[in-house]
C-alpha cells in the first residue's frame, strides 16, 4: 500500500518516516477509530500504541474506569487521507459494474414508459394539418418513405438508415411526429425498424427510439 506521511507530516521528518513504516494493523486500527471515544481493545493495544506515539490518538479514561482511545487532529487528518487513498485504489468488480447497469438500465426505463404513458393520449389524436410545424400523417408518412430511398442510394447504406439521418433530412418535422410515423410504418409493414446492438456506441442516441422490450431502435430499413 503507498504511504502518506511524508504529504502529511512534511515539517517532521522523523515522524513522517515513522509514519511511512506504520505497521498494517496499526492502519486498521486507525481506519476503525473516529472522532468520538473509543473503548480500548486489549487485543489492538500495541497499535493503539503506535499511534499515541505517533501523535495521531490519545489514550482515555472513563467514568467508569475504563480505558479509551480517540484520534486526535492529526489522526483524523491522516485517517480520511487513508480512506480516500483506499477508495481510489479499490478494483471495481465486473458484477458490481453489471448491477450498476442493470439499475440504470431499470431507471431509465421506467422514466421512458411513464413519458410514454403521458404522451399516449396526444399520440393518438390527429393533429390538424394546418398547425405549423405539423405534417398530416398520411403526406408524412410518404415523405419519411421518400426520405430513406433518397439517403439510401446517395449514401450507399445498403437499406439501413439511421434515424440520426432521417432526422437530419426532416429537420422541420418534430421529433413526436416523426415517432409516430416510424411506428406506424412499421406497424403497417412498409419499413422495419432496427435496434442498436451497443446503445452506447452509436453516434447521438437521443436519435433513436427506446421501444421498452426491445431496445433502441437505431436504424430504419424499407420493406
Do not use: C
Amino acid at each position: 500500500m503507498p504511504r502518506h506521511g511524508d504529504a502529511l507530516f512534511h515539517s517532521d521528518g522523523g515522524k513522517a518516516a515513522a509514519v511511512a513504516r506504520m505497521k498494517p494493523s496499526t492502519e486498521e486500527l486507525l481506519l476503525l477509530l473516529g472522532a468520538r471515544r473509543t473503548a480500548l481493545d486489549p487485543a489492538r493495544s500495541g497499535a493503539a500504541g503506535e499511534l499515541v506515539d505517533l501523535g495521531l490518538a490519545e489514550l482515555t479514561a472513563g467514568k467508569d474506569g475504563t480505558s479509551g482511545i480517540r484520534l486526535t487532529g492529526e489522526g483524523r487528518t491522516l485517517r480520511r487521507r487513508l480512506v480516500a487513498k483506499r477508495r481510489r485504489a479499490a478494483p471495481v468488480r465486473q458484477q458490481d459494474l453489471q448491477a450498476l447497469e442493470e439499475r440504470v438500465v431499470l431507471r431509465i426505463s421506467r422514466i421512458i414508459d411513464a413519458r410514454i404513458a403521458e404522451l399516449e393520449p396526444r399520440l393518438r389524436t390527429m393533429p390538424p394539418a394546418h398547425e405549423q410545424g405539423v405534417v398530416a400523417v398520411d403526406d408524412l408518412g410518404t415523405r419519411v418513405l421518400s426520405a430513406l430511398q433518397e439517403l439510401d442510394l446517395a449514401q450507399h447504406l445498403d437499406g439501413i438508415v439511421p434515424l440520426r439521418l432521417l432526422r437530419a433530412q426532416l429537420s422541420e418535422v418534430a421529433s413526436t411526429a416523426l415517432d409516430r410515423v416510424l411506428l406506424q410504418l412499421e406497424r403497417q409493414y412498409q419499413i422495419d425498424l432496427k435496434i442498436a446492438n451497443d446503445p452506447k456506441a452509436v453516434i447521438l442516441p437521443d436519435s433513436g427510439i427506446w421501444l421498452p422490450g426491445r431496445g433502441l431502435a437505431y436504424y430504419a430499413a424499407l420493406r
